[in-house]
C-alpha cells in the first residue's frame, strides 16, 4: 500500500484524488474478482448466469439456506434473459452498497400503504446510488421477489430481505474458499503489480 501511495522513494504527497483513485481501483478489482467467481465459463466468458447473478445478491444477506435456494431455483426458471454483464451486476452492487438510502425512499410507499413498481424502484435506485438499473436486471429483481405476483414489490418481499446484510467478515463461514479479506488481499496485489507495469 505504501507504494501504491507514495510511490517508491517516500517522497511523494498523497492528495486526496489520487487516494479517492485508488480505493476506487481497488474496489473495481475486488468487484470483477467476485464477478468472475461467478462467471459463465463457456461461450460467454464477460458474463454471468442469472443463478450467479442471485448468488451474488444472496450471499450478502443473512437469510435462511432454504429461503435462498428456493430465490435461486426461481432464479432457474427465468428465462427472459440469458446473462448478466459486468456493468448491470456492477449498478446492482452500488444499489446494495447505498441500501439503506433506498430503504428510506421506498418506506414512504410502505408508510401511504402503496406498492412499489418497476418505474418507482428504478426512480428509487438512481436516485440513492446515481446508476440506472438496466430494466433487464429490475425484471429479474421484481421475478425473483415478487411473491404475490401482482407486479410490485411490498417492502416485505424486497426491502427486509436485502436490509439484512451480512455485515461480519468473522461471522461468515470460515471453511468458503474466497474471503472478503481474501477478495481484498488480491485486489492489493493485482494494484501493487498493476502500478508496477
Known amino acids: 500500500?505504501?507504494?501504491?501511495?507514495?510511490?517508491?522513494?517516500?517522497?511523494?504527497?498523497?492528495?486526496?484524488?489520487?487516494?479517492h483513485q485508488l480505493?476506487?481501483?481497488?474496489?473495481?478489482?475486488?468487484?470483477?474478482?467476485?464477478?468472475?467467481?461467478?462467471?459463465?465459463?463457456?461461450?460467454?466468458?464477460?458474463?454471468?448466469?442469472?443463478?450467479?447473478?442471485?448468488?451474488a445478491i444472496l450471499r450478502r444477506t443473512k437469510i435462511s439456506q432454504i429461503q435462498r435456494a428456493r430465490?435461486?431455483?426461481?432464479?432457474?426458471?427465468?428465462?427472459?434473459?440469458?446473462?448478466?454483464?459486468?456493468?448491470?451486476?456492477r449498478s446492482m452492487i452500488s444499489l446494495l452498497n447505498n441500501f439503506s438510502d433506498f430503504e428510506v425512499a421506498v418506506r414512504m410507499y410502505q408508510i401511504a400503504k402503496k406498492p412499489l413498481g418497476r418505474?418507482?424502484?428504478?426512480?428509487?435506485?438512481?436516485?440513492?446510488?446515481?446508476?440506472?438499473?438496466?430494466?433487464?436486471i429490475v425484471d429479474i429483481l421484481f421475478y425473483i421477489f415478487d411473491e404475490a405476483g401482482d407486479g410490485h414489490l411490498s417492502h416485505s418481499e424486497f426491502v427486509n430481505i436485502m436490509k439484512e446484510k451480512e455485515t461480519s467478515v468473522s461471522s461468515q463461514k470460515r471453511d468458503r474458499p474466497d474471503t472478503i479479506g481474501q477478495y481484498f488481499r488480491k485486489c492489493v496485489r493485482n494494484e501493487?503489480?498493476?502500478s508496477y507495469a
Open 1 to 19: 500500500m505504501r507504494v501504491l501511495l507514495f510511490d517508491h522513494t517516500d517522497k511523494e504527497v498523497i492528495t486526496l484524488d489520487k487516494f
Open 23 to 55: 480505493l476506487k481501483d481497488v474496489q473495481g478489482n475486488c468487484l470483477k474478482a467476485e464477478f468472475n467467481k461467478f462467471r459463465k465459463k463457456v461461450n460467454k466468458s464477460d458474463m454471468i448466469s442469472v443463478q450467479g447473478f442471485m448468488r
Open 71 to 89: 430465490l435461486i431455483d426461481k432464479s432457474e426458471i427465468y428465462k427472459t434473459l440469458d446473462a448478466i454483464t459486468f456493468k448491470q451486476f
Open 119 to 136: 418505474d418507482v424502484f428504478k426512480r428509487a435506485a438512481y436516485i440513492c446510488c446515481g446508476e440506472k438499473l438496466d430494466d433487464e
Open 192 to 194: 501493487m503489480i498493476r
